[in-house]
């Protein structure tokens, strides 16, 4: 059987694709993508960083997509938007190294992040 679609671009190693509306984002080797679902996974956008090198979780829901990275930058995205223009971008254990691994967890409206040397706590739907 051959795939219905695909986009040979994008080939995430360790991150999961997620699909908000008619788009999917996922990250692979220093790059972040935005793939349109009508039109045959056909490239709307691609930010090129070092911080989508490694490892990154996705999250997507309510046309917004949270992005964890390994290197310890947190970005909030809007799933529309034709180009990458991150919405909110935090290092939440500030410069230092980071090196997580593990995924956020959202429970009701608090989303948890461990770091290198502990867990931290946001109070999400703010400003």
């Known amino acids: 059987d051959k795939p219905v679609m695909a986009n040979p671009a994008l080939a995430p ?56 990275t390994q290197s310890g930058d947190l970005l909030l995205l809007d799933a529309v938007a034709n180009d990458f223009k991150p919405l909110r971008r935090l290092r939440p254990f500030g410069n230092g190294k980071v090196d ?10 608090r989303l948890y992040l461990r770091g290198p040397n502990e867990l931290v706590c946001f109070v999400l739907g703010g400003n």
């Open 13 to 68: 190693d360790t991150c999961s694709p997620v699909i908000v509306g008619d788009r999917v984002f996922a990250t692979a080797y220093g790059e972040m993508y935005c793939l349109d679902l009508k039109d045959n996974l056909k490239t709307i956008w691609v930010a090129e960083d070092d911080m989508f090198y490694d490892h990154s979780n996705v999250i997507g829901g309510n046309d917004r997509v949270l992005v964890w």
């Open 100 to 109: 997580s691994m593990s995924h956020p967890a959202i429970v009701g409206n």
